[in-house]
């Protein structure tokens, strides 16, 4: 039997608890939320499931050393002295990507450096060669983490980001990270059992991610390569053990999904890469204004939607949001209207007080995920009222 180990999901701001969670449901042991991290253990099966499954993971990180250093000579000892030879060898291609924190390390391409001529220099002195670094393609992707003199050495099992789903090819000028539009609908409460909207979809990636949400399908299936892939203990058959028993779970949900912009552009995009997703069946997409749409039915509806903050808008940012507040009130009875901005000055602009203010992060800008419970009836949407 495989044995376990600890790993690390690195994730946004925000994001940990929600991270933890789909943790436990996939069956990870030992979760223990930490700062834009979730650590846990599993064997490696569970970590090929992890990078398939979790959506509001950014990387997953094998941590196969930890140690004190006090200077770039011991970080090169450090390196110089692990049995690197079970990870690679002569032939491999290798990066370092370092984070440093603290005041002994101040550089992360130097640190870098020091690591890499510790482990070049251990294949140099017992083989009489050296694996060669490769920035684009490496068989091997090592993270280095030091805080203050404390060094962890792990494996990255992703390589690139796991927001590159692999379905998104045509993108808007400001698109919404496809984990951040995850945690937005998760953070949102939405558990893909009734009908959902954006009507400012971009090019769809909040869509893409509720109905991969609602249909349970592995939010990375169809990303085209993971790094576990080169490790030289990959399992190709248990892999693809994992995939299929993930995919028998996916399930059609019976609920709408929809989307419009008011831009052509945007639909268009939207529909190449929800066709990408192979979500076709399950995503309708139309060319509307926001304030032209109106409830289709009375039913409960989840509403989430990511206005333009006004670094990407021509016209006035005020009046566009107190439009927002307005099509609430007037148009989406029975319904949980959610969006997320960075303008606060606007925010004040919708009418409404939110229910619920989230603090998370949109690339670097601080934002606020705001929720306005919209009843049915007028009396309890005029208590909302008041600016917050």
């Known amino acids: 039997m495989e044995e376990n180990f600890k790993m690390v999901a690195k994730t946004f701001y925000g994001f940990e608890e929600i991270l933890a969670k789909e943790l436990k449901m996939l069956g990870a042991q030992d979760i223990k939320p930490g700062n834009r991290m979730v650590s846990f253990v599993g064997d490696l099966g569970f970590l090929y499931k992890a990078n398939l499954c979790l959506r509001t993971a950014l990387k997953i990180l094998k941590p196969i050393q930890t140690a004190r250093v006090f200077d770039e000579e011991s970080l090169y000892q450090l390196f110089y002295e692990f049995a690197w030879e079970d990870y690679m060898d002569v032939d491999s291609k290798f990066v370092i990507d370092s984070v440093v924190n603290g005041t002994l390390f101040t550089?992360?391409?130097?640190?870098?450096?020091?690591?890499?001529?510790?482990?070049?220099?251990?294949?140099?002195?017992?083989?009489?060669?050296?694996?060669?670094?490769?920035?684009?393609?490496?068989?091997?992707?090592?993270?280095?983490?030091?805080?203050?003199?404390?060094?962890?050495?792990?494996?990255?099992?992703?390589?690139?980001?796991?927001?590159?789903?692999?379905?998104?090819?045509?993108?808007?000028?400001?698109?919404?990270?496809?984990?951040?539009?995850?945690?937005?609908?998760?953070?949102?409460?939405?558990?893909?059992?009734?009908?959902?909207?954006?009507?400012?979809?971009?090019?769809?990636?909040?869509?893409?991610e509720a109905a991969m949400l609602a249909c349970n399908i592995p939010a990375n299936i169809n990303r085209k390569l993971f790094a576990f892939e080169k490790w030289i203990n990959w399992d190709a058959d248990l892999f693809e053990k994992i995939q299929k028993s993930q995919l028998k779970k996916v399930i059609n949900p019976g609920i709408q999904i929809k989307g419009s912009d008011k831009a052509p552009s945007a639909i268009e995009k939207a529909l190449v890469n929800v066709k990408n997703a192979n979500l076709s069946d399950f995503i309708t997409l139309q060319k509307k204004d926001f304030f032209q749409l109106d409830k289709e039915n009375m039913g409960p509806l989840h509403l989430l939607t990511n206005p333009p903050y006004g670094e990407r808008l021509d016209g006035d940012i005020n009046a566009l949001y107190q439009g927002i507040g307005d099509a609430f009130k007037q148009s989406f009875p029975n319904t949980h209207a959610w969006i997320i901005s960075s303008n606060m000055e606007a925010i004040k602009c919708v009418g409404l007080r939110p229910s619920r203010k989230i603090k998370l992060f949109n690339g670097k800008l601080e934002s606020r995920l705001l929720y306005y419970p919209i009843y049915e009836g007028t009396k309890k949407v005029h208590k909302l009222r008041k600016d917050d």
Not at 124 to 137: E, I, T
Not at 154 to 169: K, Q, W
Not at 171 to 195: F, H, R, Y
């Open 107 to 208: 550089h992360s391409q130097f640190t870098s450096q020091k690591a890499k001529d510790g482990i070049v220099d251990q294949f140099r002195d017992r083989y009489n060669d050296r694996p060669n670094v490769d920035l684009n393609r490496p068989d091997l992707r090592i993270n280095l983490h030091i805080q203050e003199d404390f060094c962890t050495i792990s494996l990255d099992s992703s390589g690139a980001s796991l927001h590159h789903r692999g379905y998104r090819t045509a993108t808007n000028i400001a698109p919404l990270n496809e984990v951040l539009a995850a945690g937005l609908i998760q953070l949102s409460g939405w558990k893909g059992n009734t009908d959902f909207l954006d009507p400012m979809c971009g090019s769809g990636t909040l869509l893409i």
